[in-house]
């Protein structure tokens, strides 16, 4: 015979404190009072609830079989619980109870986004109470439960009904929705990649995209794991059966006391590519954001082992390291990823130790593969007038771009500034003009500041013609180049 409508408020209310709420005690074979301590409802905010509520003892043996889940409203006016009242286990609906003048609660009614034949359970409230999530295997889904979303009104009137769609939702189960005041998305579900049977999962959503990540061996087990609730933003319960019978697991994420600090390495390779080579007075940058969007923050240079040391970093950030004409992107987060690319992993487990303030000392690599003794770092053409060797503004802006920049980002480097020229004209002649259009560029450098014992000047002449045979104007243009080669390491 159908359960009287107070009962049904009464027992979605004891599942709301009892089970959303998720008091730490043991599930099984226990008689318990439908009620909280006063101090207790004060403390996580309960709603009033009715004299009836306070007064009757329930066995939860008989609720567990029959459990309504359920959501309060932001302000206390209305309950909305699922409860099957058929023979068909697998028939709940969606029913909603306003809270009365006297602190009772009228008489609950179905809400139009029920349907019959179909079960929607675990229903959730968005903290702004404009959305009611729920699960429900409704045809239109991805397969077993999904979690849809309504629109709410003031009223507590649901419209609008939607699937959550294929990020969230598998072709197995998903249940027992959670919206923390941040936002996210809590769940667990059988059908993501996890542990096993139901795994607590967190969705975010970010410039309009979604995010799915399961929340990893500190809270999941081979066995099933739901119903996470926040109590605080930092601090709640959630279920498991990992010990062969129902038990509530309390949890804390605390903020890693930590302070990080970034140690950076600027290294080149030998010849052989085997050696990694320290390079000393190199220019490192620092930027906060991504490669598109960066804030410069600071300029180093390495010491004598090719390092910068303690650059301070904060977590939840991501930086952008430059050297030379290398860029790294780096990131590091905490509390939500737990996990760094700068090559460190910080504990998930010590950071919830509550410890004091201790130092996270990060490295990363910049490897400029480029910069190998004896190797090409770059070729190009500079244009002199006929049978002349002054620099020109065109060349002086080539110059500039090109060579002044390596030198000035890698002011450890020495160099090579060599000038070929093409195939005409005698050999003796090519190396007298090559030789001195090289060592009128080196003058150009050494007038922008570079020093003279990085560059050596070297005419080659017609000796290494890229093209052996150019009978047009464009193919000796492709012999008349010059190059930069990088040919040691000042020692400091």
């Known amino acids: 015979m159908p359960v009287p409508y107070q009962s049904l408020v009464d027992r979605a209310l004891f599942y709301y404190y009892h089970i959303t709420i998720m008091l730490p005690i043991k599930l099984q074979k226990l008689k318990v009072y439908s009620y909280l301590p006063l101090v207790l409802c004060i403390a996580i905010g309960c709603t009033p609830y009715s004299p009836l509520f306070i007064k009757k003892s329930l066995d939860f043996e008989t609720i567990a079989q029959q459990q ?8 206390s006016s209305f309950i909305i619980f699922a409860y099957n009242n058929t023979t068909n286990p697998k028939d709940s609906d969606l029913f909603i109870a306003y809270q009365q003048a006297d602190k009772t609660w009228g008489i609950p009614k179905r809400l139009a986004i029920s349907f019959e034949k179909t079960d929607d359970i675990s229903p959730a409230i968005s903290r702004d109470g404009k959305r009611l999530y729920f699960s429900s295997n409704r045809i239109n889904g991805y397969g077993g439960y999904d979690l849809w979303v309504a629109r709410l009104d003031s009223t507590g009137k649901a419209y609008a009904t939607r699937n959550l769609g294929a990020k969230i939702n598998t072709n197995k189960d998903e ?54 609730v926040y109590l605080t933003d930092t601090s709640g319960y959630y279920y498991t059966d990992r010990k062969e019978s129902l038990d509530t697991i309390h949890f804390v994420n605390k903020t890693p006391k930590f302070r990080y600090f970034l140690t950076i390495k600027v290294l080149a390779e030998d010849s052989t590519g085997q ?57 590091y987060f905490t509390n939500e990823e737990e996990y760094s690319m700068f090559g ?27 910069v190998l003794i004896n190797t090409l770092v770059m070729e190009f053409i500079i244009y002199y007038d006929f049978d002349k060797w002054d620099i020109r503004p065109d060349a002086a802006k080539e110059l500039d771009k090109r060579v002044l920049t390596f030198l000035k980002n890698n002011p450890n480097v020495i160099v090579e500034f060599g000038s070929h020229t093409d195939a005409r004209g005698s050999n003796s002649y090519n190396f007298k003009l090559s030789q001195k ?3 009128s560029a080196v003058s150009y450098l050494i007038s922008k500041g570079i020093k003279a014992n990085r560059i050596k000047a070297n005419g080659y002449g017609k000796t290494d013609l890229k093209i052996k045979q150019a009978p047009i104007e464009a193919t000796l243009q492709v012999n008349r180049r010059t190059t930069i080669k990088i040919i040691g390491f000042i020692k400091r």
């Open 275 to 331: 050696t990694d080579i320290p390079l000393p007075n190199s220019t490192v940058e620092i930027y906060e954001g991504s490669m598109v969007n960066k804030k410069f923050l600071q300029r180093f240079t390495t010491n004598a082992q090719g390092l910068v040391k303690d650059i301070p970093v904060k977590p939840q950030k991501e930086y952008v390291i430059k050297a030379g004409n290398h860029v790294n992107k780096i990131k």
């Open 437 to 439: 259009r090289a060592e």
């Open 344 to 370: 460190k992993e910080a504990d998930p487990n010590e950071s919830q130790q509550g410890q004091t303030i201790s130092d996270i000392r990060l490295e990363t690599s910049i490897y400029l593969k480029s």
């Open 68 to 75: 309504t889940t359920s959501a309060i409203a932001p302000d």
């Open 175 to 228: 249940k027992f929705p959670f919206v923390s005041s941040k936002g996210k998305l809590y769940f667990a579900s059988n059908g993501h990649l996890g542990k096993g049977k139901l795994d607590l999962l967190e969705a975010t959503r970010k410039h309009g995209k979604i995010k799915v990540r399961n929340l990893g061996d500190t809270f999941n087990s081979k066995t099933n794991d739901f119903g996470l």
